[in-house]
């Protein structure tokens, strides 16, 4: 009797010991599901503010970070060889939290934020308070294996009107 307990207790605690995961594991697992961004993209950003429409080449990198523990995104944006959008990002996961987070710079402007991302199957959305109201963005993989993200605006939260179509393309 004592040795059958012994034995249940030892593999009880091998079992423990082999399904636990460490919040750095869940970290990993998370982020590995962006893994569909990794690598160097390039194409267009299209902005409409009212009446003003412009057109941005982009070039976007994504690399994985600390063991697969973040992602770093850089952002080149330029508009007739004025560079109109310079920006970084780390993407994590907080596992005790269960929730990812963006944290961003951009230039110019001195932008910063830090915003909570919800991604789904090789997409991910996130919803930010911008001055006079909200911006929300969409970003996914299309069947062309592109980048395309979309971004809209509302003052009220209810209506919203598109401001931003990007479509990028795998350069490497």
Known sequence: ??????????????????????????????????????????????????????VVKMRETIKSLQGGNLLLITGLGTEKDSVVHDALAVVSYDAEKQKYRWTAWRSPGGFYSEVEIKPGEKSFEWQTDVQGGKTRYKAFLNEKGQWIETGEFSRDGSKWYPFLSMTMNRAN
């Open 1 to 54: 009797m004592k040795k059958n307990l012994i034995h249940t207790v030892l593999v009880f605690a091998t079992v423990c010991s082999v399904s636990a995961q460490t919040p750095e594991d869940a970290n990993k697992k998370a982020i590995k599901k962006l893994d569909w961004l990794l690598g160097e993209w390039t194409g267009e950003a299209v902005t409409t503010m009212g009446s003003r429409k412009s």
